[in-house]
Each structure stands twice: as structure tokens, then as C-alpha cells.
């Protein structure tokens, strides 16, 4: 196992072969909790402005964005913070959060503690066919947000209507 974790640690990058276009961003795998014995995930994340969440809370993860590009509006409780490229911000679990971009783009590495969450982003997204941003749907079905949000609360987040 130990031998596995390394040489996948010591290669991953975003590849086509890691990575999943989910709604309007591009996320690509570097570590998934079967790389990790479910201790965290490591995502690139390649974020595309106004295709976020709506407020929630992890009941089971602490999430933590390193940004590598842009910047991102972040509200964690009655806290709103602002990150550039070269910050950390963790969303500790149990504390309602919401977030959103400055620029247009940003890209930025997602760990979740412990991995699980990731999962949504695997199961709703498609693969990849490019590591750029895939073309902006038309509309999304409605049935789509039903389906990831009760995914979703079945892994424990609890979507709010605000915070």
C-alpha cells in the first residue's frame, strides 16, 4: 500500500485520464480517499465564476482551497474573506459556508478531510475532454440540482438557504 501511495503521489497531475468536467469547472483527481485509505482527496480544481453551491456545511469534512489563480470570495460563518493566489482558507466541518469568484476564472487545489464529499463531483460529472474549462450548458436540469443535492445530504452536508 505504502508503495502505491508513493509512486501515485510522485505522478499525479491533471490529465484527462484524472479528471471529470462537473457543471461548468474542470476537477482533476491527484488523490482520492482509495489513494489514501479515505484520510483526504486532493483536487485541481479549475473554477469557472456564478456555478457554486448554494450555503452549506460539511457535517464530516474540513475543506481547504490553496489558490493558485484568481481569487475567490469565501463567507465562512459570519466571516468573509477574499483569497489571491498563494492562500490558504479551510472551511472547518460544522461551519455554514458559501463561496464565489472575483475574476472570472481561478484555479486552486482542494483538500478534503477526510475524503468522501468528492465523490458528487465522480458521480455527476462527465469526463473530461479537455483540462480548459468545458462550454457553459445552456440550462441545467432541474432534476440534475435534485440529484446532487440529495447526494449530497446523504454524505452529510446540509444545504441552507443562507448564512
Excluded at 7 to 22: C, D, F, G, M, W
Excluded at 92 to 111: G, I
Aim: aromatic share 12%; charged share 20%; net charge negative.
Amino acid at each position: 500500500m505504502i508503495d502505491t501511495l508513493l509512486r501515485s503521489a510522485a505522478s499525479q497531475k491533471p490529465t484527462l485520464e484524472n479528471s471529470v468536467h462537473y457543471l461548468a469547472h474542470t476537477f482533476s483527481f491527484l488523490a482520492t480517499g482509495e489513494d489514501t485509505d479515505n484520510a483526504y482527496s486532493l483536487i485541481h480544481c479549475f473554477f469557472r465564476k456564478n456555478f457554486f453551491p448554494p450555503p452549506h456545511l460539511h457535517k464530516y469534512e474540513d475543506e481547504s482551497f490553496y489558490i493558485l489563480e484568481g481569487a475567490i470570495n469565501f463567507q465562512a460563518g459570519e466571516k468573509k474573506i477574499t483569497a489571491r493566489a498563494g492562500e490558504l482558507v479551510v472551511l472547518p466541518k460544522n461551519v455554514p459556508h458559501s463561496f464565489n469568484l472575483v475574476t472570472d476564472t481561478a484555479k486552486a487545489l482542494l483538500l478534503i478531510t477526510p475524503a468522501g464529499i468528492e465523490t458528487i463531483f465522480k458521480e455527476f460529472g462527465v469526463p473530461a475532454e479537455t483540462l480548459d474549462l468545458p462550454p457553459v450548458p445552456a440550462k441545467f436540469p432541474k432534476e440534475l440540482f435534485r440529484n446532487i443535492h440529495q447526494r449530497a445530504e446523504e454524505l452529510g452536508n446540509v444545504w441552507m438557504p443562507e448564512i
